[in-house]
Antibody
């Protein structure tokens, strides 16, 4: 069973950079079949996809975050990372890491769903 | 404002059937991109409930089912139980947003 665990500072000052780590166990980030994603959820609100990274280093990001976000991986540690620059109050949220799955059912390939999630880490933005 | 639209809340009595709608557009559900559903119990991380419109991961009871039609999708829950009280989110892929994964705003299910 794949497990993911987020870690990082719970409090970040405005304008600083948020750095989070997701540690994966029970499966390898090196597996070509999967992507590794970050999703956030502001208090009392819905989910927002931040982006995804592949074990090869390939990345996709949400357009609204633009150049503020960088995702990366460390295959040797089975970890992947989120960096979000120029933090503001709007970035306060619970941040989840998750695995983006893909599978074939009855000859049709299904993609872009998150099948395993971490428990989430709360990020507060305050000076 | 979410790209996919869900009702804020639905409710039903134990044993009843409820449905949760998810309305998108021609750049996501209407383009036949998969719709996925997640259940989020209070204080917990989301859990995959349905993937690829209609498929249940191992361990998800067959009381939960998904369907799509045109630019909309629905999640049906039969035989409602107290433990089903949670938030439910739909998710798809949107080609007009650079390939972003998009979510609905979430629906709170209350079991009366």
């Amino acid at each position: 069973q794949v497990q993911l665990q987020e870690s990082g500072p719970g409090l970040v000052k405005p304008s600083q950079t948020l750095s989070l780590t997701c540690t994966v166990s029970g499966g390898s980030i090196r597996n070509d079949q999967y992507y590794w994603t970050w999703i956030r959820q502001p208090a009392g609100k819905g989910l927002e996809w931040i982006g995804r990274v592949h074990g090869s280093g390939y990345t996709d990001y949400h357009l609204s975050l633009g150049s503020r976000v960088t995702l990366s991986v460390d295959i040797s540690k089975n970890q992947f990372f989120l960096e979000l620059k120029s933090i503001s109050a709007a970035d306060a949220a619970v941040y989840y890491c998750a695995r983006e799955g893909t599978t074939e059912v009855a000859g049709r390939t299904h993609r872009y769903y998150m099948d395993f999630w971490g428990k989430g880490t709360t990020v507060t933005v305050s000076s | 404002q979410s790209v996919l639209t869900q009702p804020p809340s639905v409710s039903g009595a134990p044993g009843q059937r409820v449905t949760i709608s998810c309305t998108g557009s021609s750049s996501n559900i209407g383009s036949h991109y998969d719709v996925h559903w997640y259940q989020q119990l209070p204080g917990a991380a989301p859990r995959l409930l349905i993937f690829g419109d209609t498929n249940r991961p191992s361990g998800v009871p067959d009381r939960f089912s998904g369907s799509t039609s045109g630019t909309s999708a629905s999640l049906a829950i039969t035989g409602l139980q107290a433990g089903d009280e949670a938030h439910y989110f739909c998710q798809s892929y949107d080609s007009s947003l650079g390939g972003s994964r998009v979510f609905g705003g979430g629906t709170k299910l209350t079991v009366l």
